[in-house]
C-alpha cells in the first residue's frame, strides 16, 4: 500500500486548523496539528512530508519557527507553505529569504491547496527517493512514531513549562527591584501592556510584540542598584543624588548583559535606552531620534504616563489629562512623535488598561 504523504498544520486558531485538518483529508493526506511553534518543531519527527505554517502567532511567530526548522539538518528540505491573511511585499520577501517554499492566502480556497500540495509533494517525493528506499522509510518511521507518542505530550508540556518558569522568574526580579521605588506589582503590569500596545500599533510582527511585552518591565531593574533614600526622597533631588539615579540604566544593563536569552537581551537594550530624548538630552549616551531603539523609545512614553499617573514619595498622582498636557508640553523633545501620537490616539485602551491594574492601596 503506498504511503500516505503526512502534513503538519500549524496555527494557533482552533478554527482555522480545523477546517485545514477536514480539506487535507479530504485531499486523502494525513495530518498532525500544532497550536504554536514549541508544538510543531517537537512534531518534526513524525515524518512531515510538507508544513502549513501560518505567520501571525503568539510567542514564536511563523518567521522564527521557519528558521528553526530550516537551522536542522534533518529538516531543512520539507516544503513549507506559508498561510497568512496579508499580501505585504516585505513579509513575502522575508519568508521566501528564510526558506518558503510557497503561499497561501486567508480565506483558504479547496482548489488552490490542492494545487500548492500536490506540486510541492512531487518535489519532495522525488528528493526522497534520492536520499533512501521507500519501504526501509515506513519500517523507521513506524517504530519512531510509536515511541515517539507516547512520550510527546510530557515532552510539549515541559517546554511549555520551562518557558513559564523563564517568566515568572523574570517577573519576580522586577517585583523585587521596583519595592524598593514604587512598591507595587500594578505599575509593571500597566507599564508592559502600554508598550505591548504601543509596539501592536507600530504593525511589529507577533513575536517581537511579546518580546517588547514581557521585556519592558525590565526597564528599570538597575534601580536595584540605587540607595534606597534616593528612591522615596520625598523632595527633589540634589545634583549628586541625581548623577547616582542616572546611573541605573548602565545598571540595569550590566545586570542583563551577555545573555542568550532573546528576551533578556531585548530588556537590556530598553534598560539602557529608555531614559534617552528624541533631542539627544537623555542620559546615558545621549542618543537622538532614530539612534534610540524602538523599544526604548516605546518604553519611554509607556514609562512616563505611568509614573505621572501614579503615586511616587516625591509627588500626587495627576490626571490622564493633565499628564498628558505635561507630556505634550516636551513631547518633541522627549518622545518619538510618531510614537506620542499613537499613545494619544488610542487613550480609551490605555484607560481600560488603567482600570484593569490599579495601583494596589
Sequence with gaps: MEKKNRILIVDDNDSIREVLQAMLERLGYETETARDGFEALSKLVFDIDLILLDIRMPGM???????????QEDYKDIPIIMVTGLSSREDRIRAVEGGANDFIAKPIDLTEIKVRTTSLLKMKKAQDDLKRHQEELEKIVQRRTLALRASMQDVVKAQRQLQDAHMETIY???VAAEFKDTGTASHIKRMSLFS?????????????VDMILHASPLHDIGKIGTPEEILLKPGRLNQL??????????????????SDSILLQTGEIIAISHHEKWDG???????????????????????????????????????NDKTLKIMEKGASAHFDPHLFALFTDNMREVEDIQKQYVTEA
Design 61 to 71: 511567530d511563523g518567521f522564527e519557527v521557519l528558521k528553526a526548522i530550516r537551522r
Design 172 to 174: 519576580r526580579l522586577v
Design 196 to 208: 505591548g500596545m504601543l509596539a501592536t500599533l507600530m504593525n511589529l510582527s507577533s513575536g517581537e
Design 241 to 258: 543624588e541625581w548623577n547616582l539615579i542616572q546611573q541605573h540604566p548602565v545598571m540595569g544593563s550590566q545586570i542583563l548583559v551577555n
Design 281 to 319: 538630552t537623555g542620559y546615558p549616551f545621549g542618543l537622538k531620534q532614530e539612534e534610540i531603539p524602538l523599544s526604548g523609545r516605546i518604553c519611554a512614553i509607556a514609562d512616563v504616563f505611568d509614573a505621572l499617573t501614579s503615586v511616587r514619595p516625591y509627588k500626587r498622582a495627576y490626571s
